[in-house]
């Protein structure tokens, strides 16, 4: 399967803008509702494959790409524990670049 960059749709609610919490580092994960692609499952044809064999224990290609996975795929099925600390981790590095970047400035 191809490597193609996958699109990801971010949506947020008008609700959620406001001032930052100053005690809070961002980015943050606030919620989701599905897992995205895994890694090279390829472009939008090539997903919606995976998710039609994945899906169907008839299918041709569904003991390969199960074997090629590593086991059931859920789309639905987020793991927002791991997306939070994804997430965390960017805001981590990035609040750690905006420090050093200050101490770098001239006083």
């Known amino acids: 399967m191809s490597q ?5 749709k971010l949506r947020s609610s008008r609700h959620a803008y406001g001032p930052g919490e100053p005690d809070v580092k961002y980015p ?5 509702e599905r897992r995205c692609p895994p890694e090279d499952v390829g472009c939008l044809p090539g997903y919606e494959m995976f998710l039609k064999a994945m899906g169907d ?3 041709e290609e569904h003991d390969r790409l199960r074997d090629w996975y590593g086991g059931p795929y859920n789309p639905d099925d987020i793991d927002e524990r791991f997306t939070r600390h994804a997430v965390a981790a960017i805001a981590i590095r990035r609040h ?3 420090v050093a970047y200050q101490k770098s400035r001239p006083k």
């Open 96 to 98: 750690a670049g905006k």
């Open 57 to 59: 224990p008839t299918h």
């Open 28 to 32: 943050r994960f606030v919620a989701g």
């Open 4 to 8: 193609q960059p996958k699109p990801h």
